[in-house]
């Protein structure tokens, strides 16, 4: 392993000997399987699924030019976040850097492993500013969360802000691309032989409109995708899952499709919103949703529920006084949507 990997684990997940599964000792086709227990009298779901996905690995290989030992699936990027803390943050001891406002996960995973979370303030317009980023860090600091496109401010990160933090940083840095599909920016996957120690996350819970099926990836060092492989669940990804992600892989192009349609649904929604008295400001957005000041976020927020049309409130969220967080909806979501707050006043 890459010495300056193996000095960032926690030493009691680079010493594990991880769990072997009968599946994981031989992979090709037999006559008879008779190594796991299972009923073999009723077909359909009683074999264990590949504990690798690899079949799903190559074919996502294949779509993003990566290399498969370079993927680890995970159930939803949850759990993608959960193993960074998982082998790389001692309980008590280490600390992670993030951005404030981010997505809500890094924090709570944190809290649950008991690890320390520093956020760091956005500037005002939302840019990043990596000199204080890295200020916040010290010898004990693993990871740094970058999300971007950031939830929930819509924008995405220069690609070269997002490097230099990565070049500067010693430790591991993550940069979660839930929205990228949505981004003019392109994804960081194809700079990662340049960058060891940066992790990837992607989902299949956004552009490929597979939310409710949980399937995470993490892009990384095959040092780094071993040792998740190593603390996950032997067999994390079920085989309906597995199935399902091979049946979406073939459907790319029209993903692609509908993420650009997405983009367009989002500009036009802006444009319409910028319209409404209610409205301070829509900002610009690299996602699929939109960050909106509004004139009084608690009052439209509920205004909204009662009429039906749920949006988020992030008005107590630092830097998003005021603001609430529209995802884009199908063309009659956001008629309805733009419908209501004009009812409401504006
Ligand atoms: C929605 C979202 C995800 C997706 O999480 P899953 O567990 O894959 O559904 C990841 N990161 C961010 C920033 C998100 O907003």
């Not at 009723?42 to 799903?56: A, C, F, T």
């Not at 993003?64 to 993608?80: A, H, K, Q, T, W």
């Not at 802000?161 to 960081?188: C, K, L, N, Q, W």
């Amino acid at each position: 392993m890459d010495k300056t990997i193996e000095r960032l684990v926690r030493p009691n997940i680079l010493n594990l000997t991880p769990y072997t599964c009968a599946r994981n000792e031989y992979a090709g086709e037999a006559r008879a399987w008779l190594d796991a227990n299972e009923n073999s009298l009723i077909g359909g779901l009683n074999r264990y699924p590949d504990p690798l996905q690899l079949k799903v690995k190559s074919r996502l290989a294949e779509l993003r030019g990566v290399s498969p030992d370079r993927i680890f699936l995970g159930v939803g990027s949850d759990e993608c976040i959960d193993l960074c803390y998982r082998v790389f943050c001692r309980p008590g001891v280490d600390n992670v850097v993030a951005l404030d406002p981010t997505y809500g996960m890094y924090k709570v995973c944190a809290d649950i492993n008991d690890v320390e979370y520093r956020a760091v303030p956005l500037n005002p317009d939302y840019t990043l500013d990596v000199d204080r980023l890295l200020a916040a860090t010290d010898d004990h600091t693993k990871v740094i969360w970058i999300c971007s496109p950031n939830n929930p401010t819509g924008n995405a990160f220069p690609p070269s802000v997002i490097e230099e933090a990565a070049r500067r940083f010693d430790g591991i840095t993550v940069v979660d691309e839930a929205y990228i599909d949505f981004s003019p920016h392109g994804s960081m996957v194809d700079r990662l032989p340049a960058y060891p120690r940066m992790i990837v996350m992607q989902t299949f819970s956004k552009a490929w409109a597979a939310a409710a099926m949980r399937l995470g990836i993490a892009y990384a060092s095959p040092d780094i995708t071993g040792l998740f492989n190593n603390v996950k669940y032997p067999y994390n990804i079920n085989i309906l899952t597995q199935h399902e992600a091979l049946r979406l892989l073939d459907e790319a192009p029209a993903v692609k499709i509908t993420a650009e349609r997405l983009v367009e649904l989002r500009k036009a929604l802006a444009a319409e919103l910028m319209k409404l008295n209610a409205v301070k400001k829509v900002y610009p957005s690299d996602a699929n949703f939109l960050l909106v000041k509004v004139d009084d976020a608690n009052r439209l927020y509920n205004y909204l529920k009662e009429q039906g049309v749920i949006v988020r409130n992030r008005s107590r969220v630092n830097l998003c006084d005021g603001c609430l967080r529209i995802t884009v909806g199908n063309p009659d979501e956001n008629s309805l949507l733009l419908e209501k707050i004009k009812q409401y006043g504006g």
